[in-house]
């Protein structure tokens, strides 16, 4: 899972924009049907599309294979909404600093992860607050 999400990161951090004329058709129909009627804008990354977007008011992206099989969603969530465990380890880890932005990832086996912002880099955790990794933005 930790090698999953690392290379997501990785998709994430390195897109390129991209018209939605040059994305396929299996990739616009897997999102189309996961979000019907969304604007939306798109990015290549490494072989992948993301595709970032509003959906209730919410921003979220969404990384999407070529084949059309959707690998992860991210949406913001309010930093009072992630599990408590964070807040500690960011306490204990990063004194003096708060979390700045958060996100929850839905990973393609729908396994949970959050990320949080703390201070200029991206801190992952597991559904229940367990520190993963680190990842500078």
């Keep these: 899972m930790t090698l999953m999400l690392g290379f997501c990161l990785a998709i994430v951090t390195y897109g390129q924009k991209i018209n939605a004329s040059k994305v ?49 969603t991210e949406s913001d969530t309010r930093i009072t909404d992630l599990p408590a465990a964070i807040a500690s380890y960011v306490g204990k880890h990063y004194p003096g600093k708060q979390i700045k932005e958060a996100s929850k990832i839905i990973n393609a086996d729908r396994s949970v992860n959050y990320e949080a912002r703390v201070n200029g880099k991206d801190l992952i955790f597991d559904a229940n607050g367990k520190f993963i990794k680190e990842a500078k933005d």
């Excluded at 897997?30 to 072989?47: C, T």
């Excluded at 990384?63 to 099989?69: C, L």
């Design 24 to 72: 396929p058709a299996t990739v616009k129909a897997s999102f189309n049907s996961a979000y019907p009627g969304v604007m939306a804008k798109w990015e290549k990354e490494d072989g992948n599309y993301e595709v970032n977007f509003k959906k209730d008011g919410i921003a979220m992206s969404v990384v999407i294979q070529p084949n059309g099989s959707i690998i992860e």
